[in-house]
């Protein structure tokens, strides 16, 4: 939707800066709503002690109870809410997250409602297939593991959309606050490969880590895919750095200036992923705390850095917080899980990569090349050298099953 947005709200209207802050608070909503249960049900659907889809049944009606009387107090506290929000004269706009500044504003908020409405409709016979029986210890016990997560989650996810939530109260420019984040969001929804990439790895990791936490081999598991996370994501940012100039069409040409954020939000989000993937060592000793305390600190930081920096820097500082936040928190993780849940991460292995990305990528951003054409060209080469490095090291092409079943054919 980047493109629709970018290309029929201009940046000068700030139409697409409205659009990301309700989607930041959104965001935040979401986290605070599922209090750390998708965690939770994952861990003890895994434990062994409870009868998954009994597990399944408590995590929904908990996470969907909270969330219909969280509905309910807000449409009959709707009007002193939207008051509150700055939005007084528009509750029910409020209400179905339609803030007008602009009719094409109101219609994107309009279409994600009827969006949403029908993907719940489509789910409901997931819903019938399940017996729902309250059961009291079992709510106490998902309760107590998955607090701390939630503190995490909103740590998190505060980390993520604080730019947006306090961008418009630390820009001494009120008016230019909303043309200036919108300039800024869809700058960065290039760099939103990676999260895409981290949610993606995310969704099929936290499942697989607790199904394998009674294997032997466990660690050397993780240590394996964190080695290819990071080698994937590093591959990712060279990939969408290398041709940003192709990639930068995807927003209107007025939210250029933006794309200057691109490679700090690129790694800032490599760094959240890779920290995602440190946190595991606390889930499977169900020492959670820490999760918090990690993210606590990231978020305090990042928010002071804000605070502090955007008045001065702009948006800029925006996104060298985010980058300063994540990068804290997976080195406190990654030095405490080390005394705690000990890994034996290939750090030599990982080193070279990065070593190997960073100096292709200077190389291809600072040679003097003018033409277009020969300077994509360049890059493609220095792409394929990383691609060539990580199958002549770690991904040798006899273990891909398909390129295989050629080689023995050819043979």
């Not at 959240?272 to 820490?290: A, E, P, R, V």
């Amino acid at each position: 939707l980047v493109p629709i947005y970018t290309f029929s709200l201009p940046a000068a209207s700030g139409g697409y800066g409205v659009i990301t802050k309700m989607y930041a608070i959104v965001a935040l909503l979401l986290v605070v709503l599922t209090f750390g249960m998708e965690t939770g049900f994952f861990r003890f659907a895994n434990k062994g002690d409870d009868d998954p889809k009994k597990v399944y049944s408590v995590s929904l009606l908990m996470v969907g109870g909270v969330s219909l009387i969280f509905l309910l107090l807000c449409l009959v506290f709707l009007n002193p809410i939207a008051g509150l929000m700055g939005y007084g004269e528009h509750p029910w706009y409020l209400g179905m997250m339609l803030v007008m500044k602009g009719d094409d504003v109101g219609v994107a908020f309009l279409i994600n409602l009827i969006c949403s409405f029908v993907v719940m409709l489509g789910l409901i016979p997931e819903f019938r297939e399940f017996r729902y029986c309250p059961d009291r210890l079992l709510m106490k016990r998902m309760l107590y593991y998955s607090f701390p997560i939630l503190i995490l989650g909103v740590a998190g996810i505060v980390n993520q959309v604080r730019d947006t939530i306090i961008f418009p109260f630390g820009y001494p420019d009120k008016v230019e606050a909303d043309v200036q984040l919108g300039i800024y969001s869809a700058a960065t929804k290039i760099a939103m490969i990676m999260a895409m990439i981290t949610q993606a790895f995310r969704f099929a990791y936290e499942p697989f880590v607790f199904g394998k936490s009674k294997d032997k081999d466990n660690k050397r598991i993780y240590a394996q895919a964190m080695k290819f996370f990071i080698i994937f994501t590093l591959l990712a940012f060279l990939a969408v750095m290398f041709y940003l100039d192709i990639l930068r069409y995807i927003i209107a040409k007025d939210y250029w200036e933006g794309l200057r954020v691109v490679p700090i939000v690129m790694i800032a989000e490599m760094f959240m992923g890779i920290y995602f993937n440190l946190s595991f060592w606390y889930k499977l000793t169900d020492d959670t705390k820490w999760g918090a305390y990690f993210s606590i600190i990231a978020c305090l930081i990042v928010v002071l850095m804000n605070i502090f920096l955007i008045p001065v820097y702009g948006y800029v500082a925006c996104a060298w917080a985010g980058f300063t936040g994540y990068a804290i928190a997976m080195l406190l993780s990654y030095l405490v899980g080390q005394k705690k849940y000990p890994i034996a991460y290939d750090l030599r292995g990982i080193g070279c990569y990065v070593g190997l990305a960073i100096i292709l990528y200077l190389i291809g951003e600072w040679m003097p090349i003018h033409n277009t054409v020969l300077l994509l060209a360049l890059r493609t080469v220095l792409l394929l050298l990383f691609v060539a490095y990580i199958i002549k090291r770690d991904l040798p092409l006899q273990q891909i099953p398909v390129i295989n079943r050629i080689i023995k054919k050819k043979k």
